[in-house]
């Protein structure tokens, strides 16, 4: 039973690292090197109780397994460090609301602060901290995979016909995105700075009325700092408002940033259906994952295993009505 898996960003990516591993033979296919989508820009948090602030309970839930799915599938790449949250003294209420949407937290002061991250002590009155939550390098994830794919026997292909596989599973994110599809797109921009005067050991957010922010570091000097979410499919570098935006809500988290240097920006259109959950459609030799959001490498491994679930429970279906 070959399988063609369309798409190598992290859906795919996950989609075909988990059959592979059940012993079903895989061919990847994308016109792009493995890993060039959306999920190449990701922040790479698994923050699952920070995003329950808007994301649904099932988000919530898959996100935390996902730790451990990505802990096992790649080992020595995720850092359970937690997440810290925190606020500017004018936006205080903006800290309380957080706290009140989401739960796994606990409260620390500024000797606590001090603490966590020495880099922004005397700079926050008092903070959340997920001391639960992870993170990884995106890129450095969705390379493991595919080396661990190839290693699996998994071929990967930049073209191929349909016809020559006995399923089909659709991970193309924003080449879905077509006519009564029930996608839309949502820009997503980000951009990478690099400084060696800051520290930083986990992932920090920035809350802001208008402008959230993340700041996570990524070793040797660099810092991931995201992301805008526009209501847009425009396709196009990042605009000189959100990359002042980014950059200013930077500074507010620490003035060091004002020296940084800018190495990276980075804009990317993630597909999502009306309630921004992802999920797996289709029937038959045709399925597809798709919908990802934000969530990506919070719900991919949950939508992977079911997958894989489906393609164990076919044969048996078919012994029971033989």
């Known amino acids: 039973m070959t399988i063609l898996v ?14 592979a591993r059940k012993g079903h033979p895989v061919t990847l296919l994308d016109p792009k090197a493995p890993g060039v989508a959306a999920s190449h820009y ?29 802990e096992c599938a790649l080992p020595g790449l995720v850092e359970r460090k937690g997440t810290l949250v925190v606020a500017p003294p004018r936006d205080q209420s903006e800290l309380e609301r ?16 001090a603490e966590l991250e020495p880099a922004l002590a005397g700079r926050f009155r008092r903070a959340l901290f997920f001391r639960d939550e992870a993170h ?33 599973i659709d991970c193309t994110g924003r080449a879905a995105i077509v006519p009564r599809s029930q996608l839309r797109g949502v820009r997503g921009e980000m951009l990478y700075l690099t400084t060696q005067d800051l520290t930083l050991s986990r992932p920090v957010r920035l809350l802001h009325p208008r402008i959230p922010l993340y700041v996570v570091p990524r070793g040797d000097g ?18 000189v408002r959100s990359l002042m ?21 980075g804009t990317s259109i993630r597909p999502a259906y009306a309630d921004n959950i992802p999920r797996i459609t289709g029937s038959g ?3 597809a994952i798709n919908g990802m959001y934000r969530h990506g490498f919070l719900m991919a491994p949950a939508l992977a295993q079911e ?5 164990e429970a076919e044969p048996q279906r078919r012994s029971a009505t033989a």
């Not at 060091?256 to 920006?265: H, K, M, N």
């Not at 997958?307 to 393609?311: D, H, Q, T």
Request: glycine share 10%; hydrophobic share 50%.
């Open 245 to 265: 935006e980014l950059l200013n809500a930077a500074y507010t988290l620490h003035p060091t940033f004002g020296e940084a240097e800018v190495i990276e920006t």
């Open 98 to 113: 957080f706290a009140r949407r989401t739960h796994r937290h606990e409260w620390v002061d500024e000797a606590g602060i």
């Open 136 to 168: 990884l390098d995106p890129r450095k994830a969705l390379a493991g995979l595919f080396e661990a794919l190839v290693s699996m026997g998994a071929k990967f292909l930049h073209e191929a016909d349909d016809r020559a596989f006995c399923h089909i």
């Open 222 to 239: 660099r810092f991931m700092v995201g992301a805008t979410m526009i209501e847009s499919e425009h396709d196009g570098p990042i605009s």
């Open 307 to 311: 997958l894989a679930a489906r393609f």
């Open 6 to 19: 369309k798409g190598a960003g992290v859906a795919g990516l996950t989609a075909a690292f988990a059959l």
């Open 285 to 287: 030799r045709h399925l």
């Open 42 to 70: 990701a922040g790479g948090m698994l923050a699952p109780w920070c995003e329950g602030e808007t994301a649904p309970e099932v988000v919530v839930e898959a996100g935390a397994q996902a730790i451990g799915w990505w």
